[in-house]
């Protein structure tokens, strides 16, 4: 089990320091701004979408590893996806973290790697942040309200 911890902190160390989709896009169909004032995470998040497919799907921000990891790693996770498919990985997500429920872990694919976030309460929000942003932008194309975790 220390060898997949450790493989886990790895994915999660790259994820930060290297973060997938980390951009803009040009003529984006969703922005939404979102703010952990607990920690100071900040990201915007810009995606487009087509027939109710995710096509593309960036951010740009700042926040502690775990934030930046969760955000690289569901931009990887959801390109593609259609936006109900979106929303039951965003379900999945959100009950791990918060119930520490482990059953289905192979629906996350990569995102079980953020499975030790459980244990410690306070993260939870760093890690669901980009997560909570992204459902908000997808109920909305107005970028005028700020999601926070708080």
């Known amino acids: 089990m220390s060898e997949l911890r450790d493989l886990y902190q790895q994915i999660i160390i790259d994820h930060s320091k290297n973060p997938r989709h980390f951009c803009v896009i040009e003529h984006p169909d969703h922005v939404k701004e979102g703010y952990n004032p607990l920690c ?37 996770a959801i390109k593609g996806k259609t936006i109900a498919e979106t929303m039951e990985l965003f379900d999945e997500f959100q009950r791990l973290l918060t119930t520490g429920d482990q059953k289905d872990l192979e629906k996350l694919g990569k995102l079980a790697v953020l499975a030790g976030v459980a244990e410690f309460p306070m993260r939870v929000k760093c890690a669901t942040l980009a997560w909570h942003t992204l459902k908000s932008a997808l109920k909305s194309t107005a970028q005028e309200e700020k999601v926070t975790t708080e």
């Open 40 to 76: 100071g995470d900040k990201l915007t998040l810009y995606l487009t979408e087509k027939n109710g497919v995710i096509t593309d799907i960036c951010f740009q921000g700042s926040g502690c590893a775990i934030s930046m990891a969760s955000a690289s790693l569901m931009t990887e």
